[in-house]
C-alpha cells in the first residue's frame, strides 16, 4: 500500500499524445522540415526544451514558443483519459510530476479544472533537472512531506520510470497510455487501467 500516488500528466492523466505530436509536426512543416508522426514519437515524456534540441534546429527557443502555442490550438484533441476523474476523487493523497513547463501547464492543464485534487504539483520550471533525474519526483514527495518508498509514482515512458526508480521510488506503468509494457520489465506495478491504481492505495 501507498500513502502517496503521483501522476505523470501527458499520457498518463491527458490523452495528449495526437496534440503533441500534430502541433510539432505542423511547426516543423511550417520551417521547411518534414516529419512522419511516427518518427517525432521520441518527444513523448521529454520537456519541450530538451524535444527541440534533439532536433538540431535554429532558433530553438523561437520554435519552442511557437510549439506550445500550436499546441494550445488543438487542445480540442485532448482529453482526460477515462476513470481519471474517479480515481482522482478516491485517492486521498496525491500528486503531479510532469514534463510541461509552467506555460505549457497553463494552456493545456489547469483548462481541464482537475488540479484541484492534487497537493503537490511539480513542473519543468520548478526544477533545474529534469526527468530521468531524480529532482522533480523528488521535489514532489518534498512537498507531501513523503518518503520514496511511501510513494508510487505512475507514468507511461521509460522516462517516468527512470526518474521514480532514481528516486527511490516505485513505478506504476499507465498502459491505458504506454500501450506497451515493452522496455517496462522493471516496473514495480502495471495497471491495465486506472481503477486499478486503487487496490494500492493506503486509505
Request: charge should be negative.
Amino acid at each position: 500500500m501507498y500513502k502517496a500516488i503521483i501522476f505523470d500528466v501527458d499520457g498518463t492523466i491527458l490523452d495528449t499524445e495526437k496534440a503533441v505530436l500534430h502541433s510539432l509536426q505542423t511547426v516543423l512543416a511550417d520551417e521547411g522540415v518534414n516529419y512522419e508522426l511516427d518518427e517525432l514519437r521520441f518527444v513523448l515524456g521529454i520537456t519541450g526544451a530538451a524535444a527541440v534540441e534533439q532536433l538540431n534546429i535554429l532558433d530553438q527557443e523561437r520554435v519552442l514558443d511557437k510549439w506550445i502555442e500550436r499546441e494550445a490550438s488543438f487542445i480540442d484533441e485532448v482529453e482526460v483519459f477515462e476513470g481519471i476523474h474517479q480515481v482522482l476523487h478516491a485517492i486521498p493523497e496525491s500528486g503531479v510530476v510532469t514534463s510541461k513547463n509552467a506555460l505549457e501547464m497553463d494552456k493545456g492543464f489547469y483548462p481541464f479544472d482537475i488540479h484541484h485534487h492534487f497537493q503537490a504539483i511539480v513542473c519543468a520550471s520548478d526544477t533545474e533537472n529534469h526527468k530521468p533525474h531524480p529532482d522533480p519526483l523528488l521535489k514532489g514527495m518534498e512537498l507531501l512531506g513523503r518518503e520514496p518508498n511511501e510513494v508510487l509514482y505512475v507514468g507511461d515512458s521509460i522516462y517516468d520510470m527512470k526518474c521514480a526508480h532514481a528516486a527511490g521510488a516505485h513505478f506504476g506503468l499507465a498502459l491505458w497510455g504506454a500501450k506497451t509494457t515493452k522496455g517496462f520489465e522493471n516496473a514495480e506495478l502495471i495497471f491495465e487501467k486506472p481503477e486499478d491504481i486503487l487496490a494500492y492505495v493506503s486509505k
